[in-house]
Nanobody, 124 residues
Framework: QVQLVESGGGLVEAGGSLRLSCAIS????????MGWFRQAPEKEREFVAA????????SYADFVEGRFTISRDNIVNTVYLQMNSLKLEDTAVYFC?????????????????WGQGTQVTVSS
């Protein structure tokens, strides 16, 4: 069974930075495309960023505006989301997800596996 475990969330002031990590176990990590999504209270889950299995291709939501970077290390089976210049509106639970096979990585329903989420709170 594939398991994803996120970490690195927390409380940060506006303008600050956080790095989220997502460790995957149970299958060959290097075959999975990975994504980060987020969900704020009373809002739908939304796409943040994605990276293909090799790390050669990445994509981002428009609201990222160059502030976030997704990366992966297939040696330690982990995907990262470096978040800089955080804004109040970035407050949400952040989830990582994995899919093995061709998919629209910006769509939540394309993913096969999800982590439990990690809370990111940005304060003024």
């Amino acid at each position: 069974q594939v398991q994803l475990v996120e970490s690195g969330g927390g409380l940060v002031e506006a303008g600050g930075s956080l790095r989220l990590s997502c460790a995957i176990s149970g299958r060959t990590f290097s075959t999975y495309d990975m994504g980060w999504f987020r969900q704020a209270p009373e809002k739908e889950r939304e796409f943040v960023a994605a990276i293909n299995w090799s790390g050669s291709s990445t994509s981002y939501a428009d609201f990222v505006e160059g502030r976030f970077t997704i990366s992966r290390d297939n040696i330690v089976n982990t995907v990262y989301l470096q978040m800089n210049s955080l804004k109040l509106e970035d407050t949400a639970v952040y989830f990582c997800a994995a899919v093995d096979g061709l998919a629209d990585l910006s769509k939540a329903d394309a993913y096969d596996y999800w982590g439990q989420g990690t809370q990111v709170t940005v304060s003024s």
